[in-house]
């Protein structure tokens, strides 16, 4: 078939040309907005699962819902190794800069600049000099305020920023919304700095919220910051697309070029991608460009498999290993000797042969990486999903 008209898209955080399954938390995003903009009290939302279920695609889907609303939004990527502060003064200034043009006071506006100006620049410098000497500007053409999220102490000047933001929105009668992806890299007293200011936020009222999207232990990382954030935010977990919402991901698109799939070509497909959404659109795209035509059978599967799977060996699977050391690849295939379910660390030590002690640098590494998580206290898992499988295929 003509490989230009294929619909499907598994890229990282690309959306499927079809949002299967996730209606639940569509409409929960709908209440949480929807009550916001009446002045309700509402909790912000946080997103986990695991790598390729679609996480970040349902944040950006919320995001629009948003915009929709004309809501100020701002986006940032968290990264372990760097502070939010920069990161969030540039996405609560695009934010603002969506809601100024309905402001019937410019002034109002500059003076919220000023504080996020300043707020942007109250974070320590790097330690390279001509880094101080050039000293980092937000892009903000009017001078910094003083005295108003500048301490340099994050948990004070967050939630001081929220709560000006929030103010500006409220004189616009819209909200704010600050979506986080892959929230369990924020740095530990980062995460603090976040989760103090939302429950100020949650206190007096104020139209913004915090979106977060990562892995499954996210909750657990919120937790270990501060004790309340189990009440702070609204938990959504998603994972794998049940039969019949995999099945609709695959037909609808292709019954829009005028395509189908036999049942029984439904049937492998599903067995295949195990109902991930990532899975579901990588073979997806490569049946289509196999097939000779309409309707899609079992038999285009059997011939597009090798090269589906080969596609995510390197590209889904591959990628993540390499980022691998020696040790924590000798980690990692103990791991997956012993299944695909959640294991105890004791068993992988002796699995390898090790104290339990000794291996704790590999797998410090490995969840710094986000190749693995603490499903639980002395419990482990794979982020990815069919990552054992992987491993347990390739050569030792």
Request: glycine content about 8%; charged content about 25%; some cysteine.
């Amino acid at each position: 078939m003509d490989p230009v008209r294929n619909p499907y898209a598994p890229g990282a955080g690309q959306r499927p040309p079809e949002l299967a399954g996730r209606d639940r938390e569509l409409r929960q995003f709908e209440v949480v907005l929807e009550r916001v903009a009446r002045g309700r009290p509402e909790r912000s939302m946080i997103v986990t699962g695991l790598r390729g279920v679609g996480k970040t695609v349902l944040l950006n889907a919320f995001r629009s819902m948003a915009i929709q609303r004309l809501w100020g939004t701002g986006k940032i990527e968290a990264r372990p190794d760097q502070s939010i502060r920069r990161p969030v003064a540039s996405a609560l200034h695009r934010a603002v800069r969506e809601l100024a043009p309905r402001h019937r006071a410019p002034d109002r506006i500059e003076d919220f600049l000023g504080v996020l100006k300043a707020f942007a620049q109250a974070g320590a410098e790097p330690d390279d000099k001509k880094a101080r000497v050039h000293r980092w500007q937000p892009g903000i053409d009017v001078p910094a305020a003083r005295g108003r999220a500048d301490s340099g102490d994050l948990e004070i000047d967050l939630t001081e920023l929220f709560v000006d933001a929030a103010s500006v929105a409220t004189d616009v009668g819209a909200g704010i919304a600050l979506f986080v992806d892959e929230m369990q890299d924020v740095p530990p007293d980062d995460v603090s700095a976040l989760c103090a200011a939302c429950h100020e936020l949650s206190q007096v009222g104020g139209p913004l919220i915090v979106v977060g999207a990562g892995l499954p232990h996210l909750p657990a990382v919120l937790s270990a910051s501060k004790s309340y954030s189990e009440r702070l935010f609204r938990y959504a977990r998603i994972d794998r697309l049940d039969r019949e919402s995999a099945d609709h991901a695959l037909l609808a698109p292709a019954e829009r070029e005028e395509v189908t799939f036999t049942p029984d070509a439904l049937d492998a497909l599903y067995g295949a991608a195990d109902g991930y959404p990532y899975f579901v659109q990588a073979y997806a795209k490569v049946v289509w460009d196999v097939a000779p035509g309409t309707p899609i059978t079992a038999d285009d599967i059997k011939v597009a498999a090798p090269e589906a799977e080969s596609e995510l060996a390197v590209g889904f699977f591959g990628s993540r290993y390499e980022r691998a050391t020696p040790a924590e690849r000798d980690y990692m295939r103990a791991m997956a000797m012993l299944g695909d379910d959640p294991v105890p660390t004791a068993e992988v030590a002796q699995e390898l042969g090790r104290k339990p002690s000794s291996l704790s640098p590999a797998r410090d590494g490995l969840i710094k990486k986000g190749l693995i998580y603490s499903a639980e206290r002395g419990m482990i898992a794979f982020t990815v999903p069919h990552f054992g499988k992987f491993l347990r295929s390739q050569p030792g």
